[in-house]
């Protein structure tokens, strides 16, 4: 998945085998350094160093993660827009917005892009979970 927007280019991968990828076009536009090589689990988010957008990696991570869950069973509007899938009432439309520390506990309590299994195709079954939690705005 690309994710571009003014200051920032990202690719951000998850294979079935549970590697993430994640690169930064701008400094690295031959995706020679995977900023996430030492992440073994989604849950290990300890174990990342660096930064992105001037944020720790742990926090940049569940937003794409989020961001991956929506495009990988996408239609219509979620499809082109999916910040709106995840944040309904409209108020995030771009990464620097989900980064509000506002927002912490909803990126990290969705599911993660897993696969149960690497086959040859498309098989729903084995592509983990299908849906992202769409952001309530909390009641005071």
Known sequence: MRVIGSGYNLYYYVRCTTEHELYDM?????????????LTTPSDMSKLSGSLLNYPLSKVVPRLDA??????????KD?????????????????????????????SSQPKVRFSECKKGYIV????????????????
């Not at 910040?83 to 909803?106: I, M, T």
């Open 79 to 107: 499809c082109t827009d999916p910040w709106c899938a995840l944040h309904p009432q409209g108020n995030v439309k771009s990464l620097p917005e989900a980064l509000s520390s506002l927002y912490d506990d909803f990126y």
């Open 26 to 38: 701008i400094e690295d536009p031959w995706q020679m350094d995977n900023l996430l090589s030492n």
């Open 67 to 76: 961001l991956e869950l929506v495009l990988k069973s996408c239609r219509g």
């Open 125 to 140: 079954e084995a592509d983990g979970p299908q849906n992202a939690n769409p952001y309530n705005t909390p009641s005071d």
